[in-house]
């Protein structure tokens, strides 16, 4: 088998790559429970069954719903309850979401060096707040979020957001480097199109297998970029 070729352009993952993802949660649960409170229920009791359900699992759908239930909602009660309470989800827009240490640092480095994009899964609302709030906008080039194509379906590991972000980048989808996260989501949409992946061990999946595996296995964003400025610089321009 022979190597990828070298990376002409960069991709990074959004959450948990270059911010805590659970600093987000954290306020959209907040924004839920005080939406509750005005419906009449016992906000506090379903802001804390939230934080439980977040905490077991965000990527799940139907966390709104249980976390009712948990706090002691009747279920017949469900149904006026859940959509505005997943509106006040959606609605949170965060004022400021810290970055981990050294991304705009390293983000920049980046961008003076190669076309850099940002590849996210998730409500396009949603993604564009998180994206507003850590202020990495203006870093980050072009953004995809794979929804837009296609809902849930186009996310992560498909590899249609991924061949649309390195046509928008002027490179083949082969020659990109995926920096992210999630091995199952970042390094898998990386090998589906034949391109290379760092993977971070940080936030909610720290601990999950590297399967698939990536070319290499950090502990920081900053860690990730210098090794990708590494590989930029060994490429020879196609
Ligand atoms: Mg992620």
Same mark, same amino acid.
């Given at each position: 088998m022979t190597a990828p070729l070298l990376p002409l352009a960069v991709v990074v993952?959004? &959450?948990?790559?270059?911010y805590p993802q659970a600093d987000y949660l954290a306020g959209a649960a907040a924004a839920v429970g005080a939406a509750a409170t005005g419906l009449g229920v016992d906000g506090a009791g379903v802001h804390a069954a939230l934080v439980r359900e977040l905490a077991a699992g965000s990527d799940a759908g139907g966390t709104i719903d249980r976390a009712l239930l948990a706090a002691g909602v009747p279920a017949r009660d469900l149904p006026a309850l859940v959509p505005p #309470?997943?509106?006040a989800f959606t609605r949170h827009e965060p004022d400021t979401l810290t970055p981990y240490p050294g991304v705009p640092e390293a983000l920049a480095a980046l961008a003076a060096a190669a076309p850099l994009g940002c590849l996210t899964d998730g409500n396009p609302v949603i993604?564009?707040?998180k994206v507003a709030a850590t202020g990495l906008g203006p870093l980050l080039g072009e953004v995809l979020v794979? &929804?837009? #194509?296609g809902g849930r379906a186009a996310?992560?590991?498909h590899p249609a957001g991924l061949l649309a972000l390195a046509d928008r980048l002027g490179v083949p989808a082969d020659r990109v480097l995926v920096i992210g996260d999630r091995p199952g989501k970042d390094v898998a949409v990386a090998a589906a199109v034949?391109?290379?992946?760092?993977?971070?061990?940080q936030g909610e999946?720290?601990?999950?297998p590297d399967e698939p595996r990536a070319e290499a296995v950090v502990d920081s964003f900053p860690a990730a970029a210098a090794l990708a400025l590494e590989m930029l610089g060994s490429a020879v321009p196609a």
């Amino acid at each position: 088998m022979t190597a990828p070729l070298l990376p002409l352009a960069v991709v990074v993952d959004l &959450d948990d790559t270059l911010y805590p993802q659970a600093d987000y949660l954290a306020g959209a649960a907040a924004a839920v429970g005080a939406a509750a409170t005005g419906l009449g229920v016992d906000g506090a009791g379903v802001h804390a069954a939230l934080v439980r359900e977040l905490a077991a699992g965000s990527d799940a759908g139907g966390t709104i719903d249980r976390a009712l239930l948990a706090a002691g909602v009747p279920a017949r009660d469900l149904p006026a309850l859940v959509p505005p #309470l997943v509106a006040a989800f959606t609605r949170h827009e965060p004022d400021t979401l810290t970055p981990y240490p050294g991304v705009p640092e390293a983000l920049a480095a980046l961008a003076a060096a190669a076309p850099l994009g940002c590849l996210t899964d998730g409500n396009p609302v949603i993604q564009a707040a998180k994206v507003a709030a850590t202020g990495l906008g203006p870093l980050l080039g072009e953004v995809l979020v794979t &929804d837009t #194509l296609g809902g849930r379906a186009a996310r992560k590991p498909h590899p249609a957001g991924l061949l649309a972000l390195a046509d928008r980048l002027g490179v083949p989808a082969d020659r990109v480097l995926v920096i992210g996260d999630r091995p199952g989501k970042d390094v898998a949409v990386a090998a589906a199109v034949g391109a290379r992946a760092v993977r971070i061990r940080q936030g909610e999946y720290a601990h999950a297998p590297d399967e698939p595996r990536a070319e290499a296995v950090v502990d920081s964003f900053p860690a990730a970029a210098a090794l990708a400025l590494e590989m930029l610089g060994s490429a020879v321009p196609a």
